[in-house]
């Protein structure tokens, strides 16, 4: 019996390799009589999988100077291409956006058949379009948000509370996990009109563990991606701990809606519609389904939005406070600017954010060194074409290393320090038509929550100034705070910053 067992394991062994070698033996054929972008040597079957390190995206920008801005990669079955400059990023969004409009959809992202009603990473087509008209209109019409800016303030300035609370009770907050809290509700609001968690509810806990496991899991190196033909197998059991923490989520989110469904209304007529009412009036132009958006779609759709508001918002003031907290020099100008510009009589308002050149370079120059989503979302090439001179098949995977072309050197003085005052006089933003930094991406697929995200980036993190005086937790210094990274889906701080918030004046004003 282990005789026949061991004959099994061998054959079925040696019939993959067979199997694998020819599909490689075949793309090789394909690409073989046109010129591919340079790149690192590639072994047999894996190809380049083992050469991306523990930081690809780090990885990938040392490769720069040796294979140029635009490198091509081998990661098992997969062919994939690197863009890795200003001038690379330029060519592909100005000149190649539709060639490049198509989606790489790794198994994880099927769990719980999250990519059937997702718009991320829809493909380009009827059903993409419709569901970014909706959202874009609903959150970023010049209309909708105008009136929405009481929900912000007021998500504001419960987690202002909530600091204060917390820090009044332990000394010390977690800052991420109240800008998460945050922004829980604020998209709460927008979506279904109800505040949805606070700091002791047994549902925070939970979804914030669960979108945790997503964020983690999702980012996670899969062979069944790389060896389509072992799909089956989940050999690292990814896609099953996935369909575990994505069932979670969903099931989270799903109470959200059934209970906002069943009372609808709560027997008052509502100020304003929100987007699940929009959604509910919405008819589906896909033809293989029904009328009626379905519920799993509506589902997906808006635990996506709840993952893109709370894990790139929180991140990035994360990161923004962490990169303050270890230069007091910048961190006084910044908050000089508060005080000059918004005074200590009240707190900040969105109408004071354009007001706030400094804020504005700040957040800039966060979002350069730490992009929230340092590959952006691959993108798939839908034709064969060629890209600065060198030929890419269809079904190529797109990185765009927005981490890498943040520290191009072409494009970026001392490009590897924290200086806010680059962008002073400068025009440079990030809303995808400076292609030197692209953190929210460009072209037709770039961030649809751009508006929002850049609205309460500036208040929640000009709130956070203005009412606190901030200091590291002992033994902690500016000098050895910890700046490692966490690679999931967004790139986190790998040590969560704790923070001792004390708090001004200007808390008690509205």
Same mark, same amino acid.
């Given at each position: 019996m282990?005789?026949?067992w ?13 199997v694998?070698?020819l ?26 999988l ?7 995206h780090?990885?990938?920008a ?13 990661l098992?079955?997969?062919?994939t291409?690197?863009? &890795?400059s200003?001038?690379a ?12 409009s =198509?989606r790489?959809i790794?198994?994880?992202m099927?769990a ?6 997702s718009?991320?990473?829809a ?12 959202v ?16 912000r303030?007021?998500?504001v ?13 332990? =000394?010390?907050?977690?800052?991420a ?5 945050a922004n ?6 927008l ?6 968690l606070?700091?002791?509810c ?5 979804f ?13 190196p ?6 389509p033909?072992l799909?089956?197998?989940?050999p690292?059991?990814i ?17 959200f809606v ?10 008052e ?7 699940l ?21 509506m ?25 303050l907290?270890?230069d ?5 100008k ?6 000059q510009?918004v005074?200590?009589?009240?707190r900040i ?8 050149p400094y ?6 120059e ?15 090439a ?7 001179g060198?030929f890419i098949?269809?079904?190529t995977?797109?990185f ?12 970026w ?10 962008f ?8 995808g &038509? ?8 460009? =072209? ?11 609205t309460?980036?500036h ?12 200091e ?5 210094t500016?000098?050895?705070?910890d700046m ?22 200007v808390f008690?004003?509205?």
């Amino acid at each position: 019996m282990e005789l026949a067992w061991s004959f099994f394991v061998w054959s079925a062994g040696i019939c993959l390799s067979v199997v694998l070698v020819l599909q490689l033996l075949q793309v090789k054929a394909r690409n073989s009589s046109r010129q591919l972008p340079p790149g690192p040597p590639r072994w047999p079957i894996v190809g380049n999988l083992f050469d991306l390190g523990k930081a690809p995206h780090r990885t990938l920008a040392g490769l720069v100077q040796k294979y140029g801005p635009v490198i091509w990669l081998q990661l098992g079955a997969v062919n994939t291409v690197v863009i &890795q400059s200003t001038k690379a990023s330029r060519e592909l969004f100005k000149n190649h956006d539709l060639t490049y409009s =198509g989606r790489t959809i790794t198994e994880v992202m099927k769990a719980g058949s999250f990519d059937q009603g997702s718009m991320a990473i829809a493909q380009y087509g009827p059903y993409w379009r419709k569901i970014k008209r909706i959202v874009v209109t609903e959150l970023s019409g010049s209309k909708q948000f105008n009136e929405t800016a009481s929900m912000r303030k007021r998500s504001v300035d419960k987690m202002i509370q909530w600091i204060d609370e917390e820090a009044q009770a332990k =000394g010390r907050v977690c800052l991420a996990n109240f800008v998460f809290l945050a922004n829980c509700n604020l998209v709460g609001n927008l979506v279904l009109s109800r505040d949805l968690l606070d700091p002791q509810c047994k549902e925070g806990a939970e979804f914030l563990n669960a979108m945790e496991g997503l964020m983690i899991g999702g980012g996670k190196p899969n062979v069944a991606d790389f060896f389509p033909i072992l799909k089956w197998l989940d050999p690292q059991g990814i896609r099953k701990k996935m369909e575990k923490d994505m069932g979670h989520a969903m099931q989270i989110v799903s109470g959200f809606v059934k209970e906002r469904i069943a009372k609808p209304q709560s027997g008052e007529r509502k100020e304003r519609k929100d987007l699940l009412d929009v959604l509910l009036e919405q008819e589906d132009t896909r033809e293989d389904e029904p009328d009626k958006l379905l519920e799993r779609d509506m589902i997906s759709l808006i635990l996506e939005l709840f993952m893109g508001a709370t894990e790139t918002t929180s991140s990035t003031i994360e990161w923004a406070m962490t990169e303050l907290l270890r230069d007091s020099k910048t961190m006084s100008k910044v908050r000089t600017e508060l005080a000059q510009v918004v005074g200590e009589n009240r707190r900040i308002n969105e109408s004071d954010i354009e007001k706030l050149p400094y804020l504005h370079a700040v957040v800039k120059e966060t979002l350069r060194l730490h992009p929230p989503i340092p590959f952006l979302i691959p993108r798939r090439a839908v034709e064969d074409n060629n890209f600065m001179g060198y030929f890419i098949p269809m079904d190529t995977q797109v990185f765009v290393n927005a981490w890498a072309i943040g520290r191009d050197p072409d494009s970026w003085d001392d490009p590897l320090s924290f200086k806010p005052e680059r962008f002073l006089g400068s025009d440079i933003d990030y809303g995808g &038509q400076h292609f030197e930094l692209i953190p929210f991406g460009a =072209g037709r697929r770039r961030c649809a929550g751009f508006t929002m995200g850049h609205t309460v980036l500036h208040l929640a993190l000009g709130s956070l100034l203005h009412c606190f005086e901030w200091e590291l937790d002992e033994p902690i210094t500016p000098e050895n705070i910890d700046m490692e990274e966490r690679l999931g889906i967004t790139l986190r701080k790998n040590v969560p910053l704790e923070l001792v918030p004390k708090t001004r004046d200007v808390f008690n004003k509205k």
